[in-house]
T-cell receptor
Framework: EAQVTQNPRYLITVTGKKLTVTCSQNMNHEYMSWYRQDPGLGLRQIYYSMNVEVTDKGDVPEGYKVSRKEKRNFPLILESPSPNQTSLYFC????????????FGPGTRLLVL | KQEVTQIPAALSVPEGENLVLNCSFTDSAIYNLQWFRQDPGKGLTSLLLIQSSQREQTSGRLNASLDKSSGRSTLYIAASQPGDSATYLCAMSEMNTGFQKLVFGTGTRLLVSP
């Protein structure tokens, strides 16, 4: 089954404790991205990747890092989480840009205390 | 900066009604527009994708239209069912940002009662 998977689905952590949210897709997609969703603000892009080893900032990259060492994986790293990073996070992928539907993972709900 | 507005923010209808969800945007230089459905605890599911050269797309009971000149898209749901209850989001990729991201509206929360 074609899908985007994220782990963990739910996470409670404390300020400053490094964490990684994994994202994996099995559709051989080149393009992957991370969004966060907050009430009243909608979904906002954090980082995106055009292909392996090619990443760039989205609208709200502060406090986040990403890497794209393999085509299928695009982890999101919070090196020193803060309470303002409490949010619902989505990973998305598509075959290419512009023409294609984006496929979204199920989301990771993060609470930073 | 592109601003996307979805009206109404919430909608409650009885089963069987036809309904229209609205999406307005300020910058007409878009590459495509997508309508998504979001269910609680789940990710977003793409419903329809309209390229900028197209005016509408249809899938089953869903029909989405796009009018770039007026900055509007509508999602029409025919004969609504309780299973249609979800949050509906419109999103667009823009030409001037090189298509790298989708700009989302804040959604319309739909409740269809049996």
């Amino acid at each position: 089954e074609a899908q985007v998977t994220q782990n963990p689905r739910y996470l409670i952590t404390v300020t400053g404790k490094k964490l990684t949210v994994t994202c994996s897709q099995n559709m051989n997609h080149e393009y992957m991205s991370w969004y966060r969703q907050d009430p009243g603000l909608g979904l906002r892009q954090i980082y995106y990747s055009m292909n392996v080893e090619v990443t760039d900032k989205g609208d709200v990259p502060e406090g986040y890092k990403v890497s794209r060492k393999e085509k299928r994986n695009f982890p999101l790293i919070l090196e020193s989480p803060s309470p303002n990073q409490t949010s619902l996070y989505f990973c998305a992928s598509s075959l290419s840009l512009g023409e294609e539907t984006q496929y979204f993972g199920p989301g990771t709900r993060l609470l930073v205390l | 900066k592109q601003e996307v507005t979805q009206i109404p923010a919430a909608l409650s209808v009885p089963e069987g009604e036809n309904l229209v969800l609205n999406c307005s945007f300020t910058d007409s230089a878009i590459y495509n527009l997508q309508w998504f459905r979001q269910d609680p605890g789940k990710g977003l599911t793409s419903l329809l994708l309209i390229q900028s050269s197209q005016r509408e797309q249809t899938s089953g009971r869903l029909n989405a239209s796009l009018d770039k000149s007026s900055g509007r898209s509508t999602l029409y749901i025919a004969a609504s069912q309780p299973g249609d209850s979800a949050t509906y989001l419109c999103a667009m990729s823009e030409m001037n940002t090189g298509f790298q991201k989708l700009v989302f509206g804040t959604g319309t929360r739909l409740l269809v009662s049996p």
